[in-house]
């Protein structure tokens, strides 16, 4: 450029420049200076990058890849944004890219499962105070995303036991919640962040049966039998002189 520097006006906003024409010739040569493009990240306020990513570039700058961020809990399953038009796991940047981006992170919620396995029968298993149905006496599996609430409530019918509840958490060895108990059993846990497996059994009370020879002979015999529950009686073994044995009443009565 011939003339001096000093007589150039510029006007940045504008990109107008002026300048006081010399009594000679002018050559003039654009002078470039590169644009500092921005790279905005909506990665969520728990999640991070384990490697820092940059956060801006300009039209030299080599292709690079950009790092995803990690999320307790969740899954990263892709970035949508700026050029993309839906979403992607792998995202680079390539040289001569230009213009502002802003990306936004993908996440999926991580779910565990939890099983309650068939306990046989009796008693009713309550799971957020839905009754669980057995479908061909076979275990219920439920899934459930972290954080959720589990609410898990065995309940024995009358003259029943709870014989146990066992939790097995994961691939740990389970764990007795309860054993023999004639009232509810309820698990709480504000936060589910691991599979779970609910095994447990009931049982009816049992109550014995006292046979009484009625003045015959041999000694007086017991049987215990399950409530609610029809079982034959034992053989009878009282013999009494010149009578036969026709049955069993529960009063004593001459026959």
Known sequence: TSGNVSDFNVNYSTNIITFTMPSQNVALRVNHGLIKYKINYNIGDDAKFLKNNPVEYDVETAT??????????????????TNLSSAQLDVSISKGTTGDINLTALWLIDSYNVTIKYP????????????????????????????????????????????????????????????????????????????????????SSTYKVEFNSNNG???????????????????????????????????????
Request: charged residues 25%; aromatic residues 16%.
């Open 64 to 81: 690079f890849k950009l790092n995803n961020p990690v999320r307790e809990h969740y899954t990263f399953i892709g970035w949508t944004g």
């Open 120 to 203: 046989g029968d009796g008693g009713s298993i309550y799971v957020n105070s839905a009754l669980v149905t057995f479908d061909e006496q076979k275990d219920y599996t439920f899934r459930f995303d972290y954080g959720q609430a589990l609410d898990v409530k065995f309940v024995p019918n009358a003259y029943e036991t709870l014989k146990y509840v066992k939790l097995t958490t994961d691939n740990e060895s389970p764990v007795t919640l309860v054993k023999d108990s004639e009232s509810e059993y309820e698990y709480q846990t504000k936060c589910i962040e691991n599979n779970l497996v609910f095994d447990s059994n009931f049982y």
């Open 217 to 255: 002979k041999n000694e007086t015999k017991t049987q215990t039998m399950t409530f609610n529950k029809s079982e034959k009686l034992n053989k009878n073994t009282f013999t009494k002189t010149g009578y036969v044995f026709k049955g069993w009443s529960t009063t004593p009565v001459d026959i």
